[in-house]
């Protein structure tokens, strides 16, 4: 009996399901590759007003860029901004005050370790999502004044003031001249001058609650139109090199209303992870689609007659079960194992079905074997149609037939 032998190395894949799981995988190479050359960056927020993210004149995307390209580590921080600067400077540049925000600055202020605070100066229009300014106008001087009570300057009266004639600006601690024109200034009474012009300061500190709080009183100097002139640039890296002691600079958003709280979960489906996050979940869909049923193609049906001795044996075995012949079978495996026995022993070839039993008996009892034939022969004679019996029968009769040949194991 034969059979078709079953067919091995055969492809779970369907020509149709390679070709989608190739063409996802070169289409997400494609992709990733295209966003990352030749896109812009996704990760970076438009805005067309005072904060690190504008490219308009007022805004301060270009001093972030240029402390990036100086190799400074820049943190544009949306939340937890104190604890991030805490081996570095925090700079909250020209803070928007509300009632409800003025908590949220002076807790700022508390917290982080060292600070920079860049006084507002100016507002803007721009069209909707827009990312250029129409017109810019001052800030009315009360708002100003209202950061500096926000940080701890408190005077009760009018603080900020403005020029609008030419100054001479008096440097120290090794701080490099500006290039302002109508500068916005503190009087000396409230900051301790780095620079000033000998009545009002452009940059100084002040101590609140046992901290040296930093002020530049006039955003020209870091903001994208300021940084047009060269002396102001050399300004506000140096500044920011003296205080930030070789850790990061931490420019808070907060404060201009970009704040956003941690999300594992949004950070994952951002990018550039958003790339890595989507090549995951087409593997994760794979891996489902692989252990559906229906995956690749249909598995070929086990032939009729399983090829092979142990189908055959069990066959007979089933075909004897069902018509009852157990004892026959079992009389006739006792036969086969006499004959096995007396050629194995050489008996004489013209004893009679009694002699021969009767010699075999005095064989096994020199053998010292533990088994004996007549009474074997006696229970197989009387053997019920149990299965469980002609089975126990069957191991006797193979242990005999083990100890008539190679001698009993009991033997002394």
């Known amino acids: 009996m034969s059979a078709e032998p079953t067919r091995r190395g055969t492809n779970p894949f369907s020509k149709t399901t390679l070709y989608i799981v190739v063409g996802v995988a070169i289409a997400s190479l494609g992709v990733t590759v295209a966003l990352t050359v030749l896109g812009d960056d996704p990760t970076s927020h438009h805005s067309a007003g005072s904060d690190g ?246 598995r070929a049906a086990p032939p009729p007659l399983a090829p092979g001795k142990d189908f055959l044996i069990a066959n007979t075995a089933a075909l004897l079960r069902y018509g009852g012949h157990h004892a026959d079978a079992l009389q006739r495996y006792l036969a086969a194992n006499v004959q096995s026995v007396r050629h194995a022993l050489h008996a004489p070839a013209q004893l009679s079905p009694v002699a021969l039993s009767q010699w075999l008996e005095r064989v096994r009892g020199v053998r010292g074997g533990t088994i004996s034939l007549p009474e074997l022969e006696q229970a197989v004679s009387a053997a019920s149609t149990t299965p469980q019996k002609v089975v126990e029968l069957a191991d006797q009769v193979y242990r005999w037939r083990m100890e008539m040949i190679h001698g009993s194991q009991h033997r002394t």
């Open 53 to 298: 993210y504008s490219t308009s004149a007022i805004g301060h995307r270009a001093f972030v860029q240029l402390l990036e390209k100086l190799d400074v580590p820049v943190v544009v921080s949306r939340n937890n901004s104190a604890d991030k600067s805490k081996s570095g400077l925090l700079v909250i540049a020209e803070p928007k005050i509300t009632e409800g925000e003025t908590a949220r600055l002076t807790a700022l202020v508390d917290n982080a370790p060292s600070i920079l605070v860049v006084l507002p100066k100016w507002y803007g229009y721009a069209k909707q999502n827009g990312e250029w300014i129409d017109t810019a106008d001052l800030l009315p001087k009360a708002d100003i004044d209202s950061v500096l009570r926000a940080i701890g300057i408190d005077h009760g009266g009018e603080i900020t003031a403005r020029t609008y004639t030419p100054v001479s600006w008096g440097t120290r601690q090794g701080l490099p001249q500006p290039k302002l024109q109508s500068p916005q200034t503190v009087p000396l009474d409230f900051l301790e001058p780095a620079i000033d012009d000998g009545e009002r300061a452009l940059v100084g500190h002040f101590d609140h609650n046992g901290k040296e709080i930093w002020v530049l009183t006039d955003p020209d100097v870091i903001n994208n139109a300021g940084l047009r002139h060269p002396e102001n640039a050399q300004l506000a890296v140096a500044l920011v090199d003296k205080l930030r002691n070789n850790g990061p600079v931490v420019f808070d958003e907060t404060v201009h209303g970009h704040a956003q709280a941690p999300s594992l979960l949004r950070v994952l489906f951002r990018f550039p992870l958003v790339l890595a996050t989507m090549q995951v979940l087409i593997c994760a869909l794979l891996a489902i689609w692989a252990a559906m049923v229906r995956f690749g193609p249909r």
